[in-house]
């Protein structure tokens, strides 16, 4: 019956380890199904596990509770066997249910099969016993046996069973169990409706888990969590810091759990108001800064845009793991300040803290994001000559963007071609993005090639090709492009820009005119473009990749979606205000020229989240990222 993990009987492989909480919520109520055969005083709990009093079905259970080990286990079993104990329905359930605590699920599935009685709790304990160790085939096979028993389906298996079909992201079998729920009556359930929402929202379905989420009677923390976790995995961290702000405002007090879920959404977000907000709670209830607390607002502060603020974070914390270091290093290096993530490698050695395979990834891509080539080449040799780690894929991946970005493309093609591993997405991603920086259009179709075999429905690469062959002036390549594309139904992602005012948040594509205040946006960013043309701003047009005419193209430019966010930004806040906005794609060269100048002509700081990384303008007339992005 023991199959294992990856046993015919899974439906898809497992990804719980992606998850950051696990439910619990069932193992409570069947300790609470069994607590009437616990010792009753403590003395009792004191005798030695293998004397039980004859005949008592309690003095067997008393034994089992005290219990170390299977081998002890065992020896309780053979007693309470020899005293014809054993076919008492309570004592079983217990030798099941403690077995199975043990992670000795063939002894306690061999006694279950014997068992001339079973009831709820025997199938509870069997089937939560074989989620506990991960073999969900077994669970869900079980819980089938136990529909077809004729017993009633109860509200403490059925937690278990919606568990298997979360870890093994089995969609499909969890609707067919939210049926069974509704067939049982046990919709209005707490723990049956918790469970529901964290199947829903763990694979995916966020929608049904929010519907199951608003009929609920009443909510504990945990299904808050959930629910919060759920948006944010899925693309939609607006929702879960509404609902944090819903649970705070129905009188809900979060607890450490759910502060590192809201941080790990406002992280998605990038939105700094609401990071300070997150901090302030967290100041308030006076919560310490454990490892997983302080990573996650080292994280937060990170993707809000201030990698000062991160440190302030990493520097208050008593203790700090591997995770942390990386996370610290990884926060300066997204802002372009490689020099200060590649000094933290000797601090973190000096503390104890051993590097791992994450802490080269974040070395490797801090120097990429600064340009520091002969120091990424050190670190790629170092960590496997001193600290025995071979380079993975995501190794490979960074020293292809590293060279690639230095223009040094075919040593980063020479480096491919000594890969024993299997190249993937990220690794002809990292070689495409190079391609389009300097124009090497040979190069990028061989890099597309390669990454329309693996993701032939991934619209962003056909457009990065696109853009080459348009920057190199290959318009009838241009067209075969788009072509394929629209003969697969595929359509280019659209760009977005946000933008914080005044604690709000306001978002802008290409010619937008749907803002309320659109005409002073207008006409806000005509005058910042006769300044700037004033300055010596010239629209850079090899940017528009479209075969027209180029005063066409001009004008296409100046209503990209960062300019109309910036222009809002200019009128509706006070002179001295920082701007900070997030774009969902990589910002463009126009873009990128243009912000530098308007930040120094208009003397104002502006902080720029794009795809890839942060660029700090500080009204000096350069970025963070030293024009290398």
């Given at each position: 019956m023991l199959e294992g993990k990856r046993s015919a009987f899974s439906i898809i492989s497992l990804e719980a380890k992606k998850y950051l909480f696990s439910s619990s919520s069932s193992a409570a109520s069947l300790s609470a199904v069994l607590d009437p055969f616990l010792p009753a005083t403590e003395s009792a709990a004191q005798e030695t596990p293998?004397?039980?009093?004859?005949?008592?079905?309690?003095?067997?259970?008393?034994?089992?509770?005290?219990?170390?080990?299977p081998a002890e286990i065992k020896k309780v079993h053979a007693l309470a066997t020899t005293?014809?104990?054993?076919?008492?329905?309570?004592?079983?359930?217990?030798?099941?249910?403690?077995?199975?605590?043990?992670?000795?699920?063939?002894?306690?599935?061999?006694?279950?099969?014997?068992?001339?009685e079973r009831d709820n709790v025997s199938w509870s304990v069997i089937v939560g016993g074989f989620v506990k160790v991960g073999y969900y085939a077994n669970c869900l096979q079980t819980f089938r046996d136990f529909v077809r028993s004729g017993l009633r389906i109860d509200n403490f298996t059925l937690p278990f069973v919606l568990?298997?079909?979360?870890?093994?992201?089995?969609?499909?079998?969890?609707?067919?169990?939210?049926?069974?729920v509704f067939k049982a009556g046990l919709q209005s359930d707490l723990s049956v409706s918790a469970s529901l929402v964290d199947m829903y929202a763990r694979c995916g379905d966020v929608d049904d888990a929010r519907k199951v989420f608003d009929r609920m009677p009443k909510r504990h923390m945990v299904t808050w969590t959930v629910m919060m976790s759920g948006y944010a995995e899925c693309g939609n961290p607006e929702e879960s810091l509404a609902l944090f702000d819903r649970m705070r405002g129905e009188g809900v007090v979060p607890d450490k759990i759910a502060t590192v879920t809201v941080a790990f959404a406002c992280a998605k977000l990038g939105v700094m108001h609401k990071a300070k907000m997150i901090h302030d709670y967290i100041s308030s209830w006076n919560f310490s800064l454990n490892v997983i607390l302080g990573t996650a607002l080292i994280d937060m502060y990170a993707k809000c845009g201030s990698a000062d603020d991160a440190r302030v974070i990493f520097d208050r914390m008593?203790?700090?793991?591997?995770?942390?270091?990386?996370?610290?290093?990884?926060?300066?290096?997204?802002?372009?300040?490689?020099?200060?993530?590649?000094?933290?490698?000797?601090?973190?050695?000096?503390?104890?803290?051993r590097p791992n395979r994450i802490t080269?990834?974040?070395?490797?891509?801090?120097?990429?994001?600064?340009g520091l080539v002969d120091e990424g080449r050190q670190f790629f040799h170092l960590m496997e000559r001193d600290y025995s780690i071979e380079p993975d894929v995501k190794h490979y991946t960074c020293m292809v963007d590293l060279l690639g970005r230095a223009g040094k493309l075919y040593e980063a093609l020479e480096l491919s071609e000594k890969m024993t591993l299997e190249k993937d997405e990220g690794f002809w991603g990292a070689l495409l993005g190079a391609c389009r920086i300097h124009g090497d259009a040979v190069l990028a179709e061989k890099a597309a090639k390669s990454l329309l075999e693996l993701r032939p429905r991934n619209s962003g690469y056909y457009v990065l090709l696109s853009n080459i062959y348009a920057n190199a002036g290959r318009w009838e390549d241009v067209a075969e492009v788009r072509d394929l594309m629209a003969s697969r139904s595929l359509r280019k992602k659209p760009g977005w820009t946000w933008i914080e005012i005044n604690k709000e948040t306001h978002r802008f594509g290409v010619g937008d005119k749907s803002h309320p205040r659109s005409k002073e946006i207008y006409e806000t960013l005509k005058v910042l473009i006769e300044k700037l043309e004033s300055a010596g701003y010239v629209p850079d047009t090899n940017f528009v990749l479209h075969d027209i005419d180029e005063e066409l193209k001009a004008g296409f430019l100046y209503t990209h979606s960062e300019k109309l966010a910036i222009a809002f930004g200019l009128f509706a806040t006070p002179e001295s205000t920082t701007l900070r906005i997030t774009k969902n794609l990589r910002v463009c060269g126009d873009c990128h020229t243009f912000i530098k100048l308007a930040s120094s002509v208009m003397d104002r700081e502006i902080i720029v989240r794009d795809a890839h990384r942060f660029h700090h303008f500080n009204g000096g007339g350069s970025c963070s990222c030293g024009d290398y992005w």
């Open positions: 293998f004397s039980p009093a004859p005949l008592h079905p309690r003095s067997f259970v008393s034994a089992l509770v005290r219990c170390r080990s005293a014809a104990m054993i076919d008492n329905l309570g004592v079983a359930n217990k030798h099941v249910y403690i077995y199975a605590q043990h992670g000795a699920l063939a002894d306690a599935y061999a006694l279950f099969s014997r068992m001339k568990r298997a079909c979360r870890d093994t992201v089995s969609l499909r079998l969890g609707v067919e169990i939210h049926h069974l008593k203790d700090r793991n591997v995770i942390s270091w990386n996370s610290m290093i990884s926060a300066y290096g997204i802002h372009g300040r490689g020099r200060e993530a590649l000094d933290l490698f000797p601090l973190m050695l000096q503390s104890g803290i080269f990834v974040s070395i490797l891509s801090a120097c990429s994001h600064a």
